[in-house]
Every structure is written in structure tokens, then in C-alpha cells.
């Protein structure tokens, strides 16, 4: 998967109010015109968690930690 510096995903959060969730991220991102290469990247994130910053869901991203947060999958 694409990393997220290399969607720009910063770029096309910039004036998000934060904290928000995964829908509100995405929802904000495709306003900003972000591609569904973006969208796919951002459903990655948990649901449920709220985030504080566009620097937080790119490391999260980055970090593959959204991908086990969807499957259920944790470290040990």
C-alpha cells in the first residue's frame, strides 16, 4: 500500500478541525479533492478513534497499525 506522504495526505487535510473521526477525515478530504486512492488509504483508519492531527492518522498510516486495528490483529 501507498504510503501516506506519498498520497499527500497532509496536504489534503489541512483546515480539518480536529480531533475527528474516519468518516469526518474522509469526508473533509474529498472536499479538499482527494482521488479514491486517498479515500481507500483514509478507510483504514479505526471507526471509532478519534484523531488529533493530520501528523497522527499519517503515522498511523504509515505505522500499519490501521490495517490491524480493522482486522483485529494485535501485537504481543
Known sequence: ??????????KHLKNMHWPARRDEI???VRQQG???QVCSALRQLNAQQQYNSS????????????DKAQS?????
Not at 497522527?56 to 490501521?66: D, I, P, Q, T, Y
Not at 483485529?72 to 504481543?76: I, M, Q, T
Open 1 to 10: 500500500m501507498a504510503t501516506a506522504e506519498s498520497l499527500n495526505i497532509e
Open 72 to 76: 483485529g490483529k494485535r501485537d504481543f
Open 55 to 66: 501528523s497522527e492518522v499519517c503515522k498511523v498510516l504509515n505505522s500499519g497499525s490501521a
Open 26 to 28: 474522509i469526508a473533509h
Open 34 to 36: 482527494a482521488d479514491e
